[in-house]
């Protein structure tokens, strides 16, 4: 999947990979991606949360070697 | 300027009714599926996620004059929350150290009954409504169905001048890791439950223990469960007076029958246990559930959850009059199939045929309690 950004959260503790996730997201155009790396196990409900409710796109997440991936489409 | 709350203070606010004020701010699934109640708590949900940008949205639904606490999953997020709404000019902000997380491990001890011969505490789990007991005499203490948080029964015995010498679980449970099998192992108390329950490492069956006796304790065991039948759960009778009814009997009603898939096969058990050796008890027994599901609804005067056995069955169809098969029925139909979360893995724990690290058994047991839910609105 082409990222148009990627950012690291790995290590970080809530609420800092949403706060980066969406200060990255903030910088997009509509239909831009932005790729997110984190180690918090409750990143994976709140991103699919906030995404849902800001109208961004969930498009894809894994989960490596205690990483989440995750893929964000920027909505409209 | 912000202050920090623990659960033991969230807890002890709770048990007095005092007013709090709760901003929820984990996500919205997780609070529609559990938080923090009481009497006196109002709360509202916000996801942090909704308040990175600032907080002058929220602050005209935030009451001035109550005590606020702000809420999350582990704490980060209510402390980021708590200091915003500190600079925009609350004042007693507080957030919760540990968040729900701690909120799920807390216990409150509460004394439920004392004469010449014993003295009996309540621990409630207020997080997820599981309670287990104490129960002491001459220097010994019998503990029924303990948490994982064995270090609160050694320093409640050890308050009460008492070595705990027996356990016992009322079944194996499925919304919680018992704390049974460890705490039998720090004390070289005996641990008793029930064989047929399946848990593979060395325990007292109670199938061959039915009265257990140490000081001036006469406990018998009531067994809700007839041979070659999957689910069960017995009640324990002390001294005439107190019965811990497990899963059993409920300040609300009769227990959920359907975690075993044979709710059948359990509901006519539990019409011989009912019918049989409860309805020959006292209207004055105490009955000691080992679950609640509304705390404000299921607590009495004295702060503990329980109830005369008199009052629950004059307040229950299902326990007046009926014949087996009527009963059968209603209480087949009153099943639920909503499960614990994790149970599958809770129970593979309890029986001893799974480990988990202390982080892994933390998070199985996060979110609600299922057990006893759906009595409360028959």
């Known amino acids: 999947m082409n990222s148009t950004k990627v950012i690291d959260a790995k290590g970080l503790a809530c609420p800092m990979p949403i706060v980066r996730t969406k200060k990255a997201m903030d910088e997009l155009a509509p239909g831009e991606i932005l790729e997110v790396h984190a180690t918090d196990k409750g990143s994976k409900n709140d991103l699919t949360a906030w995404a849902g409710s800001t109208g961004h796109e969930l498009l894809k997440s894994e989960e490596e070697a205690g990483v989440f991936k995750f893929w964000i489409k920027k909505g409209e | ?378």
């Open chain 2, 1 to 378: 300027m912000i202050t920090m709350m623990t659960a033991k203070d969230v807890g002890t606010m709770v048990k007095h009714k005092e007013e709090l004020f709760i901003l929820d701010v984990r996500n919205q699934t997780d609070y529609q599926d559990w938080r923090i109640e009481g009497e006196q708590v109002e709360s509202i949900n916000i996801p942090y996620f909704d308040l990175i940008d600032g907080v002058d949205g929220v602050l005209d639904q935030i009451p001035a004059h109550k005590k606020l606490l702000v809420v999350c999953a582990k704490e980060g997020s209510s402390k980021f929350v708590a200091e915003q709404l500190a600079e925009a000019g609350l004042e007693q902000v507080a957030y919760l150290q540990g968040g729900m997380k701690s909120w799920s491990e807390h216990l409150e001890q509460v004394l439920v009954f004392a004469d010449e011969r014993m003295k009996v505490y309540q621990f409630l789990r207020l997080g997820k409504g599981c309670l287990s007991y104490m129960v002491v005499s001459g220097g010994e203490a019998l503990v029924i169905d303990p948490s994982r948080f064995t270090d609160v029964y050694l320093d409640a015995a050890k308050h009460e001048g008492a070595k705990i010498s027996h356990i016992v679980d009322s079944h194996l449970h499925a919304d919680h890791i018992s704390g049974g099998k460890q705490l039998a192992q720090m004390t070289g108390a005996d641990y008793y439950m029930m064989k047929s329950e399946g848990a593979v490492f060395s325990f007292k069956p109670l199938e061959e223990h039915d009265r257990i006796r140490f000081a001036q304790v006469d406990l018998r065991v009531l067994a809700v469960k007839t041979p070659g039948h999957t689910p069960g759960s017995v009640s324990f009778f002390v001294n005439d007076k107190l019965l811990f009814s497990g899963d059993t009997l409920f300040v609300g009603g009769l227990g959920r029958p359907d975690l075993g898939g044979k709710a059948a096969e359990w509901a006519q058990d539990l019409y011989d246990t009912v019918y049989g050796k409860m309805a020959a008890m006292a209207d004055d027994v105490i009955v000691l559930p080992g679950h609640y599901a509304e705390l404000d609804r299921e607590v009495n005067e004295s702060g503990y959850v329980g109830a005369q056995l008199g009052v629950i069955r004059a307040a229950n169809e299902l326990m007046k009059q009926q014949d087996k098969k009527s009963f059968v029925d209603q209480v087949v139909a009153q099943a639920k199939t909503e499960t614990p979360p994790n149970f599958e893995e809770i129970i593979a724990i309890n029986r001893g045929v799974e480990e988990a690290t202390a982080e892994r058994q933390q998070e199985l047991e996060i979110g609600p309690n299922r057990c006893a839910l759906h009595h409360t609105h028959e």
